[in-house]
């Protein structure tokens, strides 16, 4: 079966871009690469393929807020995992089992 494992996921760029330079200046983007359109099209094409999002809660370059947002709005197949006390970087490290886990189940 196949799975799906993500690390510190963004709900969209522009909503990314939001709370780094502020809504204005975000709809300059070009691109705004959106997970939810992402998931959905997972959803669609393979039905039944299980998501794994893994975050660290102290993640100050995107807020563990997105990722969780992602998991609450596609609950039949997204699992969020917090890694309590992980930023951007050490939640590869803090989580290393658990993300392998999620891999291999």
């Not at 780094?20 to 983007?29: A, D, I, N, P, Y």
């Not at 969780?68 to 951007?88: Q, T």
């Amino acid at each position: 079966m196949q799975r799906v494992v993500v690390i510190a996921a963004f709900t969209t760029l522009r909503e990314e871009a939001a709370t780094v330079v502020g809504g204005r200046l975000s709809h300059l983007l070009i691109e705004n690469y959106d997970n939810r359109e992402n998931l959905a099209e997972i959803a669609k094409r393979n039905p039944g393929t299980p998501v794994a999002i893994f975050h660290g809660t102290n993640d100050e370059v995107i807020p563990v807020r997105m990722s969780r947002e992602l998991s609450d709005e596609f609950p039949a197949f997204v699992k969020f995992h917090p890694v309590a006390g992980a930023d951007h970087v050490s939640v590869l490290n803090s989580a290393a089992n658990e993300i392998l886990g999620a891999m291999n189940e």
